[in-house]
Structure formats: structure tokens, C-alpha cells
């Protein structure tokens, strides 16, 4: 009878010391993240927005971009890629050629002030990714 005690006593001291084990924590933010948190704040955020249907960039988005500029330039480790979004009152064709011609824009925009064409790529989401319309979001990666 003993054994069996034994036995117990020290499974409910595994258990209990199982369950005394601090849990992990949660992971900290580092790398990626804290790259895309020093440029959204360095730069003044991460996103451009344009007038209704256009593809123009406005005097505040220059202003935006070449503070963006500088800090791509800055980390060539880094290779950004512009989201071209349009808003959602048109056809997918047409948000999605919208979307391409906005994120262009600022990709171009980009390597005019000096950032090397491999360190930017641009896409469109056109309206099919959730998200502010008329918008081109740069995503450090």
C-alpha cells in the first residue's frame, strides 16, 4: 500500500509543480517590428492619401515621402513595397488599375528622391483589401 501512495504524492507534486511554472511570455516586439514602428514614426506614418479618383500626390504627401525616403535610404537593409488601395464605389478593374497607378506614383516618387529601385516594389490591392480608400500604404518587409 505504501507504493501506491508514493506514487500519488509525488504525481501531485509534478502536477503541483507544473502548474507553479511560470507560463512563457509573450513574444517582445523586435526586428520587423520595431523597423515599421521607428519608420511610421520618423517618417509620419505610412500612408499617403489622394484626392478622389487621382493619382496626383498633394504638396502634404511630398512632404511625407521625402521624410520616407530618407529613412529607406537610411536602412538598405530594408525593402518596402507601396499598396495601392482604391475606394470601394468602383468596379474591381477599375480600383484595381486606380490602385496600381497610385502606388506607381509613390514608387516612383520614392526613387526619384534617391531610394534604389530594388529597395521598392509597388502593388494594388484595389479595393479588395480592407482598408481606407484612396490610400497607398508603405509596408516595411
Do not use: C
Not at 509613390?106 to 482598408?131: D, F, I
Request: aromatic fraction near 4%.
Amino acid at each position: 500500500m505504501a507504493p501506491r501512495l508514493l506514487r500519488f504524492a509525488l504525481l501531485a507534486a509534478l502536477g503541483s509543480a507544473a502548474i507553479a511554472q511560470p507560463r512563457p511570455q509573450a513574444p517582445s516586439i523586435s526586428g520587423i517590428d520595431l523597423l515599421r514602428s521607428d519608420f511610421a514614426a520618423r517618417s509620419g506614418g505610412a500612408t499617403i492619401y489622394f484626392q478622389g479618383g487621382s493619382n496626383g500626390l498633394s504638396a502634404q504627401a511630398r512632404q511625407v515621402l521625402a521624410a520616407q525616403a530618407l529613412w529607406i535610404r537610411q536602412h538598405p537593409e530594408v525593402v518596402v513595397r507601396v499598396e495601392g488601395n482604391a475606394d470601394g464605389s468602383d468596379t474591381r478593374d477599375h480600383a484595381l488599375a486606380v490602385g496600381a497607378r497610385r502606388a506607381q506614383e509613390v514608387r516612383n516618387y520614392l526613387v526619384l528622391l534617391g531610394v534604389p529601385t530594388a529597395q521598392v516594389s509597388a502593388m494594388s490591392w484595389g479595393k479588395e483589401h480592407p482598408g481606407p480608400g484612396r490610400t497607398t500604404t508603405i509596408l516595411v518587409r
